[in-house]
């Protein structure tokens, strides 16, 4: 059939699928690559994985020759109901945020706005090759609020988990709200919808998340928690949730970019993964991507945007980062002791299995991340005929990791339906998001006023020294010298 919003041709609902041809790295635990492979998808799941494979009648077939067949993308912490505010805040540090989301305009969301929100970020999901993301959903002021990010949610063809928070107050304080467990119980397991609870812990000796905790082991809840963030969260927190028995293996710890080897022993004694924001984090000010550390320790990764107020909403552009970042820290630890690296130690194959099968374990379903018979059909074609950067396809994971952007995915399926065929996303009426996330804006810009809103997007710049240089053929005196002049007095003084 032909989908009316964008005229490509799409199979009928619970027709078989077939991705002929491709290289397909099926992210297994044996490393299996197939080049001139097939994919098989019948109903919602993997049926068959091999070269020249025999179909049912009337299987749609889908050109992967030239492209690479992999497991749908898993980010596993996005802030999604920030992205009508996308890029206003390229610009801030952490404290910034902080400061704008927590203490000042936080608040002015409505139930609307983190719908718009989070229905804007779930199609960019879609249409990024990430099936599967974990709205990390701290803005949730209200259940009205939570309803509204969770239809957003159930509105979007993609696979998402709502993880509940609210950093208006304490996680004791609505996780324990009568209203609230109401709401995670009815909504449990709703359509492919799963469930978190979103807090973090401040490390005070107090420890007043403890009901927080209870909470969520009474809801059987997985945690997920910023830690080991600079200035907010520490070793402190980590402790206390050892010592009372919160840390799980379903336990995600967004960050983890500056505690000690004591905290990561801990993660790692309790089965727990790490989500590593790596743009976010070196960004913003968390501390160092920390993807050295965990392999030290045996930690289970997982990679994560973050939100899209600063960054890019794409894996791609995570695991080039994390990558970037963790070779840059072994090269120049190196250069430090007059040494030269020969070898890196992550490689490309490593982000790509932390974009896919990563994420799988770290929100605990075998299920995903891998393209095996009988797993459940997420899968992306990465293929871009009309791209002089789709060939030569020499090192598909390098391809992955380093070539490949959001414009070369193809085809996405996400439970065996397709989503997004021949680069077009299918069934997504993004006018209509668009004029709610312009609704969004305005409300926002109205409630603080131009100047505050301008003011936020653009923060001062801090001081700077400039330095003279003693390598100097004219009399110029530099800026730190003379202070700011025109260009044209610069020019008569050097002329």
Do not use: C
């Amino acid at each position: 059939m032909v989908h009316p919003d964008n005229g490509v041709e799409q199979p009928a609902a619970g027709r078989p699928v077939v991705l002929r041809g491709g290289t397909v790295l099926t992210m297994d635990a044996a490393h299996t690559v197939l080049t001139d492979a097939d994919v098989l998808v019948v109903d919602d799941r993997i049926a068959a994985v091999g070269r020249q494979l025999d179909v049912p009648e009337g299987t749609a077939e889908v050109d992967a020759t030239g492209g690479i067949v992999m497991p749908g993308m898993i980010d596993t912490h996005r802030h999604m109901w920030q992205t009508a505010m996308r890029g206003y805040g390229a610009d801030w540090t952490l404290t910034q945020y902080f400061v704008w989301y927590y203490l000042e305009h936080g608040r002015a969301f409505r139930p609307e706005d983190v719908h718009a929100g989070n229905l804007l970020s779930a199609w960019d999901a879609l249409e990024a090759g990430v099936t599967t993301t974990v709205d990390w959903s701290h803005g949730l002021q209200t259940v009205d609020h939570a309803e509204a990010a969770a239809d957003a949610l159930l509105a979007v063809p993609g696979r998402f988990v709502l993880a509940y928070g609210n950093i208006q107050a304490g996680p004791w304080e609505w996780a324990t709200d009568g209203s609230v467990q109401a709401f995670l119980r009815r909504r449990r397991d709703e359509g492919r919808l799963g469930l978190q609870l979103a807090f973090d812990v401040t490390g005070d000796p107090a420890f007043p998340e403890k009901a927080a905790f209870e909470a969520a082991r009474e809801l059987d809840l997985p945690v997920t928690t910023h830690a080991g963030v600079w200035g907010a969260t520490n070793d402190d927190g980590i402790r206390l949730m050892h010592e009372h028995g919160f840390m799980t293996p379903e336990t995600v710890y967004v960050h983890a970019a500056t505690l000690t080897a004591d905290s990561y022993h801990r993660i790692a004694a309790t089965g727990g993964s790490i989500s590593v924001s790596t743009e976010s984090e070196q960004s913003a000010g968390q501390g160092y991507p920390p993807t050295w550390q965990v392999r030290q320790h045996g930690i289970p990764v997982s990679l994560s945007m973050d939100t899209s107020v600063w960054w890019s909403s794409d894996l791609f552009s995570a695991m080039r980062t994390t990558l970037g970042a963790d070779r840059s820290r072994e090269h120049m630890e190196a250069h430090e002791k007059g040494e030269t690296v020969t070898s890196v130690h992550l490689r490309a194959e490593q982000v790509v299995d932390w974009a896919t099968r990563g994420g799988a374990q770290a929100l605990g379903r075998d299920d995903l991340g891998s393209l095996e018979v009988g797993k459940k059909a997420d899968v992306v074609l990465i293929k871009n005929d009309r791209s002089p950067v789709s060939f030569p396809l020499l090192n598909p994971y390098g391809h992955v990791a380093f070539q490949a952007q959001r414009g070369d995915v193809h085809t996405v399926l996400v439970d065996g339906r397709v989503v997004k065929s021949e680069h077009q996303l299918v069934g997504a009426d993004l006018a209509a998001v668009r004029r709610s996330v312009d609704a969004t804006v305005e409300h926002l810009r109205a409630s603080m006023g131009e100047e505050a809103w301008t003011a936020g997007m653009n923060p001062e710049l801090p001081s700077e020294e400039l330095l003279d240089n003693p390598y100097s053929y004219t009399e110029y005196k530099s800026a730190s010298t003379h202070g700011a002049r025109r260009s044209d007095e610069l020019g008569d003084e050097i002329g």
